[in-house]
């Protein structure tokens, strides 16, 4: 059976055409199944469209369509389940037409094809004898029905494409967000990594050829690691130091030479090593190194336009343009005229490599992983890119155009509206006051206008510059980094956390391989594991806060109480040396650690007897309560942090830290939402940490609400079923309020 379904889905895949597929789909279905009828119905709004058959009439296809509502087929649909029938005429759904010859048959088996939920068709089988079809035979059509769930799926998305080229929309994954109108510049078409293998007819003369293109691949990335670094976005600027380190002889620059030396051109040997050291990362498991070939395509292709046209006219549109490439990659980024990019779409790549990091901290909207996307033809074309909900749309007709265009003014209307006043202090109307403290990661993220008006930096998340890093950076390049974040916010607190990788946080210079990264080698566990790294840590947090007294130090993924013990361990000691390198007395930040794995919430007196203050991190604690997957889409419906278990988890918390004197607050997401943010303050975490985009609107809200009343709607928040529940009983005591925060969301 498992030989069958397999060749029936290998097959099927292998077909360049939807209709084309679907052919083979009934074909081999009847044939595996030895009956007389096979039809695949394709659900297109509320009727299933005959799409192909192998027993009833051909000329059928396409034409005949019955509603849900109608016949066997229709009522699998509202069933969503498989029906088996002996004789389908007895049944008081039995419905045909003439133009199907569909009364021959008696015995009917249809299944609904399934994919993610929604229901994408039905695949049925019939034949003329009147008999129950068995078990087996039932099992065999559901499972193949799932199988070509995905197929089907894949070949409706790409058939959308190709027809509908008027209005379109693409969706992907949102890897920075926000809107934007533009017209679409495909790039990353004009110099193909796939060289022909050409031999050389003089080595010396090919070697030449090559290292000067390598001197003035060189000399392009030092002028934009320098514009980067005058903009002090240092981190971005060492992204290309490590591209240029990948140009040296002991690298990828050495096996260009190689490659010339064995008797190659220039171009060939290029195009050669690239290839090569591409496939090999492409089929790596760990996520970072599979994004780590766009590097090395992105320095392949340099290399071969320094060869293949040196000259070449550097890409200044006119006008803002939306960038659509296969693979976004930090390069084109960098070197792209800022003024000029609206946004960036493209078709792989994945929302944490170097070039969305970078959208993010330029606030570009952009989006990655939009399926087809090369093939729907864009140069030129207007786009609207709706980052937010990772959608794409083309070609838009006038009426999108103008709700969007009203969209981005109302958006930025509101803004402004909030940011009128930040500077005003952030208290209820009933008096509580709420302290909003900013997220961190990137140095430019801290240079920002709001952060300067925040109560301090209430998470710093140290593993960002080291994902930036070729290498872990020493201790005078982390002590330099860590100084500027003090600096940023003078005689207001920083929380430092320690290094937090692992999960989907993986450093290109430290792979870890692990079947189930987020329940693995994570935040402390790691530095516990490597205190030579965690005391450099540790060291240059303290130096750079000689001084100052700002910083709290804080644990992540913290499980078992002794990792608390052994760490403060190594801070005393990293405390000791300091004070006696500095030859002055230090005084001791406060160490905290995160709430993220549930088992903590059960211990909290005995983590008050240890530390002076907790964070929780909602975005970890929720996917550890719920079980789900924080990054995987296929789940992501039903990650929620306003699950009423979640809410319930959070309120103990907040009751023991009270209970215990430990000082508390969040630093998730959950905590930049409006209803998270409303609901924590109710349940008495009057500390919020957030991203900076988030602060003007929370202060707004926060100003406008009442205490009193946001207790009430917690107590009733708590007695739901759902999230969704929740978010009904806030919407509705927003609206009564008369408090709005969201910019029409139909578009
Ligand atoms: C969290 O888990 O909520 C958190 C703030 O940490 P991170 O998102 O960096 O895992
Ligand atoms: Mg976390």
New binding site residues.
């Given amino acids: 059976m498992l030989t069958l379904l397999k060749k029936i889905s290998q097959e099927m895949a292998a077909a360049q055409q939807y209709e084309q597929a679907l052919n083979i789909l009934v074909s081999s279905t009847k044939e595996a199944m030895n009956t007389q009828c096979c039809s695949v119905f394709i659900l297109e709004g509320s009727k299933l469209v005959l799409s192909a058959t192998d027993g009833l009439k051909k000329a059928a296809v396409g034409k005949f369509k019955v509603p849900i509502t109608k016949g066997v087929i229709g009522w699998t649909v509202q069933k969503e389940e498989l029906i088996n029938l002996a004789d389908a005429r007895e049944h008081p759904q039995f419905y045909t037409s003439r133009v199907l010859m569909e009364d021959e048959y008696r015995a009917i088996l249809s299944v609904p094809i399934i994919h993610r939920k929604q229901v994408l068709g039905v695949l049925a089988i019939q034949q003329s004898e009147a008999r129950q079809y068995n078990e087996e035979e039932e099992a065999f059509l559901v499972t193949l029905s799932a199988q070509v769930a995905v197929a089907i799926n894949g070949l409706k998305q790409k058939k959308k494409v190709q027809v509908a080229r008027r209005q379109v929309l693409l969706k992907g994954e949102s890897a920075s967000q926000g809107v934007a109108i533009a017209n679409a510049l495909v790039i990353g078409g004009q110099i193909t990594l796939e060289q022909p293998s050409t031999p050389c007819t003089d080595v010396d003369v090919e070697y030449q050829k090559l290292c000067s293109a390598i001197t003035r691949t060189r000399a392009s990335l030092d002028e934009i690691t320098q514009k980067f670094n005058s903009e002090q976005h240092e981190e971005l600027a060492s992204i290309f130091s490590a591209l240029h380190l990948l140009l040296d002889e002991s690298s990828l620059g050495g096996e260009y030479e190689k490659e010339v030396m064995l008797g190659w051109s220039a171009e060939s040997a290029v195009s050669r090593v690239s290839l090569r050291y591409i496939e090999q990362f492409s089929v790596m498991d760990d996520a970072y190194l599979k994004e780590r070939a766009t590097d090395i395509r992105d320095l392949g292709q340099r290399v071969l336009r320094q060869l293949i046209e040196p000259n070449r006219i550097k890409l200044e549109p006119d006008e803002k343009v939306i960038l659509i490439t296969r693979e976004a990659d930090a390069t084109s980024l960098a070197e792209f005229p800022r003024q000029k990019l609206a946004g960036v779409v493209s078709e792989f790549g994945g929302i944490n490599s170097h070039a969305c990091i970078m959208a993010r901290a330029l606030g570009i909207p952009a989006i990655v992983g939009v399926d087809k996307l090369l093939l729907a033809e864009l140069d030129g074309k207007q786009l609207i890119l709706n980052a937010n909900r990772g959608q794409l749309l083309i070609s838009p007709t006038r009426q999108m155009l103008k709700e969007y265009r009203e969209l981005i003014s109302a958006e930025q209307a509101l803004e402004r509206k909030y940011r009128r006043e930040l500077k005003k202090p952030t208290i209820t109307v009933d008096g509580k006051r709420a302290e909003l403290h900013v997220n961190a990661g990137l140095l430019s993220g801290i240079h920002n206008e709001t952060v300067k008006e925040t109560d301090g930096i209430g ?1 710093y ?1 140290t593993e960002i510059a080291f994902m930036m890093q070729p290498r872990f950076p020493s201790e005078a390049e982390q002590h330099k980094i860590y100084s500027e974040v003090l600096e940023a916010v003078p005689g207001r607190p920083v929380i430092m956390r320690t290094l ?1 990788i692992g999960g989907d946080k993986p450093l290109p210079y430290f792979p870890i391989n692990e079947d189930n990264p987020f329940l693995g080698w994570r935040g402390i566990r790691m530095s516990l594991d490597h205190p030579e790294l965690l005391q450099i840590q540790l060291r240059a947090m303290l130096r750079a806060d000689a001084g100052r007294q700002q910083l709290q130090i804080l644990l ?1 993924m913290v499980s078992h109480l002794k990792e608390i013990d052994e760490t403060l361990e190594y801070f005393d000691k990293a405390h000791h040396e300091i004070q006696e390198e500095l030859g002055s007395q230090l005084q001791k930040p406060k160490i905290g650690i ?1 709430i ?1 794995v549930p088992s903590l919430i059960y211990q909290l007196d005995q983590v008050a007897q240890r530390v002076d203050f907790v964070s929780v ?5 929720t996917q550890y309560l719920l079980a789900v997957d924080r990054n995987n889409p296929r789940v992501s419906s039903l990650y929620d942090s306003l699950h009423p278990g979640v809410l319930r988890a959070l309120q103990r918390i907040m009751l023991d830290c009270q209970q215990h004197q430990l000082e508390v607050s969040v ?2 997401e959950l905590a930049g939402e409006p209803m998270g943010a409303m609901l924590l303050l109710a349940m008495g975490c009057n500390k919020l940490s957030m991203n900076h985009g988030n602060i003007a609107k929370i202060n707004y809200l926060m100003r406008r609400v009442s205490f009193t009343e946001l207790q009430c709607m917690l107590r009733r928040a708590l007695l739901l079923d759902s999230g969704q529940e929740v978010r009904d009983l806030l919407t509705k005591y927003l609206s009564a309020q008369g408090i709005t925060l969201e910019a029409d969301t139909d578009v």
């Fill in positions: 998470l998340r937090d992540p995160m993220e991190g909602s975005n970890d604690l630093c998730g």
